[in-house]
């Protein structure tokens, strides 16, 4: 049944994003170098295999070619861009109707972890060109919150550690914690949203600490990996009054995947995608096979609804196998971990 | 399968991400838990919060941590069995770590002669002494916590902080990855014989976190290569080891035949692969019969498994052996080949390899060789004459001068980069508990101030 709906699913979108009448400028052309047809040849999940990896071509096409022409005039849209952590940024198009659904699933799985609704945010994640920022103030606000932002230039700190300033990142940083401390201790924050460095160095802050134990309920992470162990240290010794639900997303994934609720101390952080328009393989490498469930492999990320396509994504992780916990579309991962480099640069995570 | 766990302020620490520490052959013998970053800094912060013990105190418990690192079970392991794995996962000779595990326990032992003798002549220990009644220097230090990034080349490496528990620092220590076996057990006696659980701490780490034990530490000590000797070179809290290019220089005068032993000992003892281990041999005069009586004599080194008690040369897994080897061939490209020429290295025919001595002859003093410090015995005899001078013998660790020219002994004394000069029929590797390494540590962890009452 699941795999029934997932071909017509697949089918509906290759009619939308090749159909003249539907499709944007970017995919139409881009069609015509395929050796394959989208509208014929590609009828499941698998055979998005077929698709080349077009996000290198993100980085300087007009946004307005991706724009899909079944939306007709008046779209509400924004543009987002990726960090930049290998190379210029990737901007891609969020449709209003893409970034809403995403909020709203998004929301749905907090629930699914017990997270408060009607309490406020403060979320230290990038704003700016970066869509995570968006996605904080859209999800408190939907569920009765209100949101601080903190300002965070996650390129600025990439490129002071790509040359080796690391005292001006760590200064950068400090300042960043600063901003945290101030609304910490003024405001009532129910929720904390920030990225794995970010509560590395708040955990270097006792008296900082002390806030978050008392009066967070949860903590959200995301943007960069968080390994096992300091997982396990936040949860368990400095955060231990705190609920911790991670989120595995990028700018190309257009959202994010969230934590599976309900899992045991022991067991690993395992991410369930926003299945079916969100989907994850993960692949041996070298052969680009499926690697069997519990395995490790480079993760590969579809990305399919009428906002965008932007399928068979190399990104720069790896992760174990996992199998999905619904309806059967793709896998799940857990242990996500950078890869040490991508196409030949260096993966720079810094605070982002 | 043995596990090395992280010993941090609440006890061990098994990680999850595990690194598996291999035999020379590739069998896995022990795992060891990589700690990252966040437990770093926890453990950090733990050690500044952590009181300092009286004096008193302190030696003790060193004492008893240096009898029990050497001839008690310590986290499961006798010493007999800590020495066997040493000697398996690195290649050392088993002799050599036997020594290794005696001289550290005499330099727990020892620990407040060594202290005593480090102090500033005029300076007393503490404020309370009558003495600053009138005003006296107090001997102080210039931090609470201090750190070590460890080497694995030699068991003996992890004496050298041991006088900063001494003088009442807080120690995390960052073992080499592949000889983290010496700091374990070390950390582990002190722990046990009063230290407790957040005075001292080992936390093995991946190069990322590394900085972060540094970046917490008042105080640090880096051990490494050129590049580590650089990249501090300009931070006043690091005090940064590099190789030692350690030499031998004989003068004209002198007769050599009679030393030669000593000679081969500077070159070869504990397999060659110390800081204080001689690489240049400079000869006033012809050097050629003084490279060919060293070549005869450390040909004659048997080739044997570390394991061995007659061992005395190390071992290596075969390929990184060869490239050892040819790394050799390369640097020695244009010089005379005494012994090693066809090749250093010893087939055991299990994977592993013997790396046996290599002897160069140099045409100057100033061939860059001089100072090329390999893991194994090697030499590079040159010639020299006093229109050289010192310059040939700057930077060198310990130097065994083998002359009878008083001015020459004033230049290489008064000369800040020779770290130790040995006038005479002395083996480089020669220490005692007490006399300076390369300088006292103290120097770097100490300063006086002036208490009047």
């Known amino acids: 049944m699941a795999e029934q709906k997932g071909e017509e699913f697949v089918r509906k979108m290759m009619r939308w994003h090749f159909s003249p009448e539907t499709g944007s400028p970017f995919w139409l052309k881009r069609a015509e170098t395929l050796d394959f047809d989208p509208l014929t040849d590609v009828r499941d999940f698998d055979d998005l295999g077929l698709f080349p990896n077009v996000v290198d071509e993100l980085r300087d096409v007009a946004v307005r070619d991706l724009i899909p022409q079944g939306y007709g005039d008046g779209l509400e849209a924004s543009v987002y861009e990726s960090g930049g952590t290998t190379g210029e940024p990737k901007r891609v198009v969020f449709a209003a109707e893409w970034h809403r659904r995403s909020v709203e699933w998004f929301s749905e799985r907090l629930d699914e972890h017990g997270v408060p609704r009607n309490v406020d945010w403060l979320s230290a994640v990038p704003t700016g060109p970066h869509n995570v920022g968006a996605m904080a103030v859209d999800t408190a606000a939907l569920r009765g919150g209100l949101n601080f932002a903190i300002d965070l230039d996650p390129r600025w700190v990439k490129k002071l550690l790509a040359d080796g300033h690391m005292d001006m990142a760590s200064a950068y940083t400090d300042h960043l914690i600063e901003q945290i401390g101030f609304v910490l201790s003024s405001q009532d924050v129910g929720v904390l949203f920030a990225t794995p460095p970010m509560l590395d160095r708040l955990a270097q802050r006792d008296d900082l600490v002390e806030l978050v134990n008392r009066k967070v309920r949860t903590i959200i992470w995301g943007g960069t990996h968080l390994d096992a162990d300091t997982r396990d240290l936040l949860r368990d010794e400095v955060f231990p009054n705190t609920k911790l639900v991670g989120g595995y997303g990028s700018t190309m994934m257009l959202g994010t995947s969230v934590e599976r609720p309900g899992l045991g101390a022991d067991e690993p952080c395992v991410f369930d995608s926003f299945a079916p328009y969100t989907t994850f393989r993960v692949v041996d490498p070298e052969t680009g096979r499926v690697v069997p469930y519990g395995e490790r492999g480079q993760v590969i990320v579809h990305h399919m609804s009428r906002t965008a396509l932007l399928v068979n994504n190399a990104e720069r992780d790896f992760a174990t196998r996992i199998a999905p916990a619904t309806d059967g579309f793709g896998d799940s991962l857990a242990d996500v971990a950078p890869v040490e480099s991508f196409s030949g640069a260096p993966v720079i995570e810094g605070v982002y | ?453």
């Open chain 2, 1 to 453: 399968m043995l596990f090395l766990d992280a010993l941090g302020p609440n006890g061990p620490y098994r990680s999850r991400r595990q690194e598996t520490i291999p035999d020379l052959a590739g069998n896995p013998i022990a795992t060891l838990s990589l700690v990252p970053p966040l437990y770093v800094t926890r453990a950090m912060k733990a050690l500044h919060r952590a009181p300092v013990m009286p004096l008193d105190a302190r030696i003790a418990a060193l004492a008893e941590a240096g009898r029990a690192f050497a001839t008690q079970r310590v986290a499961g392991l006798t010493a007999e069995e800590y020495q066997r794995t040493v000697s398996a996962a690195t290649g050392t000779p088993i002799t050599t770590v036997r020594g290794a595990t005696a001289d550290i326990a005499r330099a727990a032992e020892r620990i407040h002669h060594s202290m005593q003798n480090a102090r500033p002549a005029g300076a007393v220990d503490s404020w309370r002494d009558p003495l600053t009644r009138g005003g006296r220097a107090v001997w102080t230090r210039r931090g609470d916590v201090f750190a070590v990034h460890a080497a694995g080349n030699h068991p003996s490496v992890h004496q050298g902080w041991l006088d900063a528990v001494a003088l009442g620092y807080r120690v995390a220590v960052r073992p080499s990855r592949r000889e983290a076996f010496t700091p374990h057990r070390l950390v582990t006696a002190l722990r046990e014989a009063g230290f407790g659980e957040d005075r001292i701490v080992l936390l093995p780490t991946d190069h990322q976190a590394a900085d972060e034990i540094l970046r917490h530490a008042d105080l640090g000590i880096v051990y490494g290569g050129d590049d580590v000797m650089r990249k501090y070179a300009d931070d006043p809290r690091i005090l940064p080891q590099g190789p030692g290019r350690s030499k031998v220089l004989i003068t004209a005068e002198a007769d050599w035949e009679p030393i030669v032993d000593t000679i081969v000992e500077s070159i070869s003892s504990g397999g060659g692969v110390g800081c204080v281990n001689a690489t240049g041999v400079l000869v006033e005069g012809d050097p050629t019969p003084v490279a060919a009586a060293l070549a005869e004599r450390l040909a004659a080194l048997p080739s044997l498994p570390p394991s061995d008690d007659r061992a005395v040369l190390p071992v290596m897994p075969i390929g990184p052996a060869r490239r050892w080897e040819e790394g050799l061939r390369q640097r020695a490209a244009d010089t005379k080949a005494w012994l090693g020429g066809d090749g250093i290295l010893d087939d055991l025919g299990d994977g592993t390899a013997v790396l046996r001595p290599a002897v160069h002859q140099l045409d100057s003093p100033f061939d860059a060789q001089l100072g090329m410090e390999l893991g194994f015995p090697c030499a590079w005899v040159a010639p020299w004459d006093r229109e050289a001078g010192i310059r040939p013998l700057r930077g060198t660790l310990v130097l065994t001068a083998v002359t009878t020219d008083e001015d020459l002994i004033d230049a290489l004394v008064a000369e800040p980069t020779i770290g130790n000069v040995y006038i005479g029929d002395h083996p480089t590797p020669w220490m005692a508990p007490g006399l300076p390494h390369d300088g006292y540590l103290a120097d770097f962890l100490m300063r006086t101030k002036t208490v009047l009452r």
